[in-house]
């Protein structure tokens, strides 16, 4: 590494000169008000996390308005807390699935099954072993809490960022090995900034697709188990319960409020800086403004406190490449078709031990007819999530388009599409009741909207960001050849969206078997409806406590999801690697 060039300028530089470059100034003292003020909001909610457990019972949620700020501080810690670990799974799995065709094998059908495992599931096996890894302290509620946030979070970015490293346009693929970049180069200067744009899309869409299980994260409900942690989603659950509209207009109004906040200080900076990062070779017309991102940009002292973090970044980075460059050891032929022969085997084993266990399991206590009943309400909710997945592609994708390619028109729907995602579908369950209650309509039809309220949005964002990302220079072309309104979207658009479509049409297939479980059973205090289906199945083995029936209702709706996948989405994405990519 050669840091003289860096470091013998400032030495250069005389002393006054270099202290002046750093002197605060106006835009200094506004960002550390900011800075300190989110800072102290996020330690004072840290120090109520650690509270004993037992101050849950002395001072329970209350619909008081005067608490429902705190309450909504600690919901959006636990939010961007599960964001923080998303992001390290996806940088993690996804770039291993992409770059290791063994390790795909894997992962992918992992994470099929486990965006389709939903978060009452996964709330059944873990709250107990997260009480016990913290005895008598609300951390352990907390981490299991978050842990089911994350896994609202997780899968989304996940198939983003893994479709994004498999479409990387082949040009400057190629340009990167002319350069002859190292694994580590090519990560870091191509491949992670090419799917930047999609990734922060599908961070907000995972941001405000998880709203939607915040009150069965934050009031949990599992057999004997139960604890409500202070946050919007049990103030919404108890608003509910006790058939207080007042209160669930506040968490309404306050949920609005939250995302507004979240919008301007992390999200909005955030896009108008991956921005930069869009593939294309001319400049847009339009750009994407944040005010707290100009306002960073003025900085002086502030930026001068950070700098040195780049440099380590940096060296770290031309240490890690040095290293990668090194020429690779030279393998037997053999070691290859070995190594891979034994990866099936041990791939096959695992899966074979797991399937033994899970039929031991639910032999010793169910009967062939409860597997036959699970399968049956499963192809009940299989209707459902087609039906809807299709609904919602015909109205979306269009407005998508539309939205996508206008980044002003972009920048005022944000904060309302991330409002509409976030808005939990339990606020309409009290209409939803009372209108089939008083009008007489069956349960199996009219619940059925309230699955795809809270993942129709999956398909808005991803093609929101494959619109946002379509390079302007093939956009003017479209416009120079005068093509007409049927050849553009046949030839042109859709081309160009259809991986992020397929993406968000396969999370929002995946996330509509999750959210069977909340909306296949509605109430409104003591009034209750259930729809026939594979989520009500689950939801009610999981309150009884029947664990048996919910590992049961699990595997059915993982199977379903798995093949499902593999069926229809896995096909379209090879098309879109094969044929769509940008060449």
Not at 491 to 511: E, M, Q
Request: aromatic letters at 12%.
């Amino acid at each position: 590494m050669n840091s003289r060039p860096i470091f013998g300028a400032m030495r250069q530089a005389p002393l006054g000169l270099r202290l002046g470059a750093y002197a605060p100034n106006l835009f200094d003292l506004v960002a550390f008000i900011l800075v300190i003020g989110v800072l102290s909001l996020i330690a004072h909610s840290i120090e109520d996390m650690r509270a004993p457990l037992a101050a849950l019972d002395i001072a329970p949620v209350r619909l008081d308005p005067w608490l429902l700020p705190e309450y909504a501080a600690r919901t959006a810690l636990r939010l961007f807390a599960a964001m923080a670990a998303s992001l390290v799974f996806t940088f993690i799995v996804a770039t291993l699935a992409a770059k290791s065709r063994r390790a795909a094998m894997v992962i992918i059908p992992m994470l099929d099954i486990l965006q389709s495992v939903p978060v009452l599931g996964f709330l059944t096996f873990t709250v107990m072993f997260f009480l016990r890894l913290f005895p008598g302290s609300q951390l352990g509620a907390e981490c299991a809490a978050i842990f089911a946030i994350f896994t609202a979070q997780a899968w989304n970015m996940a198939f983003s960022f893994y479709q994004s490293l498999r479409t990387v346009p082949g040009d400057l693929a190629e340009v990167s090995r002319q350069f002859q970049f190292s694994p580590w180069l090519r990560f870091w200067r191509l491949e992670a900034p090419f799917a930047v744009p999609g990734l922060v899309w599908n961070a907000m869409m995972s941001m405000s697709g998880a709203w939607f299980f915040v009150v069965a994260s934050e009031a949990i409900s599992v057999g004997d188990v139960t604890i409500a942690l202070p946050g919007i989603g049990s103030w919404l659950a108890l608003a509910i319960e006790q058939r207080n509209m007042t209160g669930v207009a506040l968490a309404v109004a306050a949920i609005a409020v939250t995302i507004l906040i979240y919008d301007q200080l992390v999200f909005r900076p955030i896009v108008a800086w991956a921005d930069k990062f869009r593939f294309e070779t001319t400049a847009a017309q339009q750009r994407p403004q944040s005010w707290v991102f100009d306002l960073l940009r003025k900085t002086r002292l502030i930026k001068g406190l950070v700098q040195p973090f780049g440099w380590v970044v940096g060296l770290i980075g031309r240490l890690a490449a040095r290293t990668n460059s090194r020429a690779p050891v030279a393998l037997p032929r053999l070691a290859g078709p070995i190594a891979g022969a034994a990866w099936f085997v041990l791939v096959g084993a695992a899966v074979a031990y797991g399937l033994w266990q899970i039929v031991a399991y639910l032999s010793a206590t169910l009967a062939p007819a409860d597997v036959v009943t699970a399968v049956g309400y499963g192809l009940i909710t299989l209707v459902r999530v087609l039906v809807l997945i299709a609904l919602a592609s015909l109205v979306w994708v269009p407005i998508g388009v539309w939205i996508g390619l206008r980044p002003a028109v972009a920048q005022k729907v944000q904060p309302i599409a991330q409002f509409l995602a976030a808005f939990p579908a339990n606020v309409l369950f009290p209409f939803a009741v009372v209108l089939i209650v008083s009008f007489r309509l069956d349960p199996d039809i009219w619940l059925s909207p309230l699955m795809v309220l809270g993942t129709q949005w999956y398909i808005l964002f991803n093609v929101i960001a494959g619109a946002s990302a379509f390079p302007t220079d093939l956009r003017e072309v479209s416009t120079l050849f005068r093509l007409k309104t049927q050849q553009w979207w046949r030839r042109v658009i859709l081309p160009g969206i259809f991986p992020y479509y397929v993406t968000g049409a396969l999370t929002a297939s995946g996330g509509s078997w999750n959210a069977s479980i909340v909306a296949e059973v509605a109430s409104w205090g003591d009034t209750k409806l259930r729809a026939a289906g594979l989520g009500s199945y689950i939801a009610e083995a999981t309150t009884s406590g029947d664990y048996p029936r919910v590992v049961l209702g699990v595997a059915v709706m993982s199977l379903f999801v798995v093949i499902f996948n593999q069926v229809l989405w896995r096909p379209l994405y090879r098309f879109a690697e094969r044929r769509l990519t940008l060449n």
